[in-house]
């Protein structure tokens, strides 16, 4: 073949792959749109590359995992002194000493006696099973999923968890629901969700006076959980804008550096 | 000769000529005075695999390497130890990182063909490192012991099976079980330490076969003389600073500000060998192969295709005809180089979905015209096409450029 013949016959065949590409992908987003609807368009304070944590938002989530998730839900990699201080939920010690108090944990005396003592600031925040096999139990089969790290294991974090928190409906006309049991959650992968809806308007009663509609509510444990999944994002993103000022400076030295070794050059 | 008036270096260099060798290996070391900006990415596949070890040697003391606590012990480096955090999203995204730069240096040098003679060696060279990375950072994958690295380690490890007779017990000795568990995190964990070793000797030999001729250029033609070239140092030492410095602003703003965007949220699921992931696939960087292995009905054939895939890079050398190095001379060759990178991008698009309706006949063709490209028409076009006229110097062919005319433009004018 000529040449000149080559590389038009070689654009059309690119041309059709194109067109071959586009095409799946259009019947693939119409189906997805009627199984799942776009999540809800949340925002919080934690968003963007300049977002904080909202301390009051926390603590109030951290009560309403405290009320009402941790009867069934773990939070195996955090521990109480997590919450102490600026990088936490602005708790004092002495706060976090308290908080920790009131759970109770299992360890051994010095004579190698099993005991329950009150737990510490540095102990791990205490599972509401023993064990994985007694979370599954109490659970319908299935132990219900550690929420240390639930906003990081889930695509978009934030907005799915409050979507599957606010989503709960009565089913749909013509939605078989299984014969084991469940509930319908509009956001949930197939609807059905073997969690019943966790949180109603005035689940709990806020410390600091906030009204705890089923919103806020849901709004206020996801800030906890994004918080518990990445508790060093404010000084990731403060470190960040330190390193990336630098860099800009330094890249400016180094093209006038480069531009002034090369000016003897013709290139 | 003395490299410098200091008596110490002097007496040092008598008796061990390291400061001869690095001054013969940098100031005097020619190189082409009309390298652009892709010529940058040699250096920063470098500095990536420096990052990578230093980053993987402190993460090395903090982590366990226990199937019991492999999950643990990364989000107690992320969580509890001083910048744990940022040593370990580095670590994270530098493998992301370091295949971009290495798969922009392949394809430069697929280019502006630094494979030619007398490259060979240079290029193959190349290919090894690319497939001790690609091991690499598969096992490192697998380290953090989430779903998507028990599943992927699953799914990659059991295509060993497909060898005939043998594939069953190849896999069991892989795994040092019955399935993946601990004893393959045992291990995989100690090749994921000295397998960058061996990368770092491969880069070393890499770099002495570079130095024996030079670096290629633009214009894929040998310089000729000294005013074809300047010394290496301060010239490119300071360009690829400047690049290097540029590089750093992207990679930090991913690190700092986006340090998940390439993870995939699976893998912060503790690993579950009683549950499949809905869907498993593995990092970006190998999708093209993955789309490849998945395209071929039959699972041996497969598996050979997604090795073929990567050992037909190794006959590039051969497999080019052509006798003009620079894409730039030749023009049907270049397009057909751009035809490639796009079916490299459809393939990885192809190997993010899965294998259903479209896609298999997308991946299909992919793969078919991957092969193609190799074994049919870089010897045709080789043969077929007709190159412009070469200039007769680096020097000449940077001075007309000066002079405002393109260098293609200025040889495209002087055809017979």
């Known amino acids: 073949m000529k040449p000149r013949l080559v590389i038009p016959a070689l654009l059309a065949g690119a041309a059709v792959a194109v067109a071959m590409l586009a095409q799946p992908a259009q019947p693939a987003r119409a189906q997805a749109d009627e199984a799942t609807p776009a999540l809800p ?3 919080w304070s934690f968003e963007g590359p300049f977002g904080t944590f909202d301390r009051a938002a926390l603590q109030r989530g951290f009560q309403i995992y405290s009320q009402v998730c941790s009867a069934c839900h773990s939070m195996d990699l955090l521990t109480y002194d997590d919450l102490a201080g600026s990088e936490g939920l602005g708790y004092t ?27 510490r600031p540095s102990d791990h925040f205490v599972a509401p099973f023993a064990n994985e096999a007694a979370a599954a139990a109490a659970n319908g089969g299935k132990a219900p999923p550690d929420l240390s790290d639930i906003i990081k294991a889930r695509e978009s974090g934030p907005r799915y968890v409050y979507g599957i928190l606010t989503g709960f409906r009565e089913p749909p006309k013509g939605f078989q629901m299984p014969p084991s049991g469940g509930n319908y959650n509009l956001y949930f992968p197939g609807h059905v969700i073997a969690m019943p809806q966790p949180l109603q308007d005035d689940s709990v009663q806020y410390a600091d006076g906030t009204k705890a509609t089923l919103r ?52 | ?36 900006y892709w010529w940058n990415f040699g250096s920063l596949a470098g500095v990536m695999l420096v990052i990578m070890i230093a980053t993987g040697i402190f993460l090395a003391m903090q982590y366990d390497p226990n199937a019991g606590d492999a999950f643990q012990s990364v989000e ?14 580095i670590h994270m995204n530098g493998a992301s990182f370091f295949f971009i730069v290495v798969y922009i240096h392949l394809f ?47 799914v990659i490890t059991n295509l060993f099976s497909a060898i005939p007779g043998v594939g069953k017990d190849i896999v069991t000795w892989l795994w040092g079980g019955f399935a993946v568990g ?18 770092l000797g491969v880069v070393i030999l890499h770099i002495l076969a570079l130095h024996q001729h030079g670096s290629n250029n633009p214009l894929g033609i040998d310089r000729k003389g000294p005013q074809d070239s300047v010394p290496f140092h301060p010239y490119y030492t300071y360009k690829d600073m400047f690049g290097l410095s540029v590089f750093l602003i992207v990679f930090a703003i991913v690190v700092f500000y986006f340090p998940n965007l390439l993870a995939e949220p699976q893998n912060y699921i503790p690993a579950n060998p009683m549950q499949t ?40 050398p051969w497999l080019d005809t052509s006798k003009v190095r620079s894409a730039y001379f030749r023009p049907v060759y270049k397009w057909v180089f751009w035809l490639l990178v796009i079916d490299a991008f459809v393939l990885g698009d192809v190997g993010a979905h899965r294998p259903e309706g479209w896609w298999i006949v997308i991946g299909r063709i992919g793969t078919f015209y991957y092969f193609f490209h190799f074994i049919v028409l870089m010897p045709f076009i080789g043969w077929f096409e007709r190159p412009l006229p070469l200039p007769p110097s680096i020097a000449e062919a940077v001075l007309k450029k000066r002079g405002g005319a393109p260098v293609g433009a200025a040889a495209t004018r002087a055809k017979p």
């Open chain 1, 216 to 267: 806020q509510e849901a709004h206020d444990v996801v800030a906890f959980l994004t918080w518990a999944s990445d508790p060093t994002m404010e000084q990731r993103k403060r470190t960040g804008a330190k390193v990336v000022l630098f860099l800009l400076a330094m890249t400016g030295v180094l093209y006038g550096a480069k531009r002034r070794v090369w000016s003897d050059v013709e290139h």
């Open chain 2, 182 to 199: 601990n004893p393959t995190l045992n291990r995989f964990f100690a090749l994921h330490y000295l397998l960058p070793f061996v990368i």
């Open chain 1, 41 to 43: 368009n949340v925002s």
């Open chain 1, 93 to 119: 010690e002495e706060q976090v000493k308290a908080i920790a108090a009131q759970k109770q944990v299992a360890d051994i005396d010095k004579n190698g006696q099993a005991i329950q003592r009150p737990a």
């Open chain 2, 277 to 316: 992931p809905p869907e498993i696939v593995p990092d970006w960087y190998l999708l093209s192969f993955y789309a490849i292995l998945r395209s071929i009905p039959n699972k041996l054939l497969g598996v050979c295709a997604l090795f073929g895939a990567i050992f037909i890079l190794f006959l590039v």
């Open chain 2, 76 to 89: 107690r480096i992320m969580r509890e130890v001083n910048y744990g955090w940022l040593i370990r999203y």
């Open chain 2, 108 to 154: 430069r040098g697929l280019y502006y063909g630094s494979y030619k003679a007398p490259r060979e060696l240079l290029w193959m060279l190349g290919v090894v490192i690319v497939l001790l990375m690609m091991a690499t950072a598969f096992m490192g994958y697998v380290l953090p012991w989430g779903q998507m690295s028990f599943w992927g380690a699953t």
């Open chain 2, 1 to 36: 000769m003395a490299v410098s008036q200091n008596k110490l270096v002097q007496w040092i260099d008598r008796r061990l000529p390291v400061f001869t060798y690095l001054d013969h290996e940098l100031n005097e070391y020619p190189t082409p005075k009309n390298l652009n």
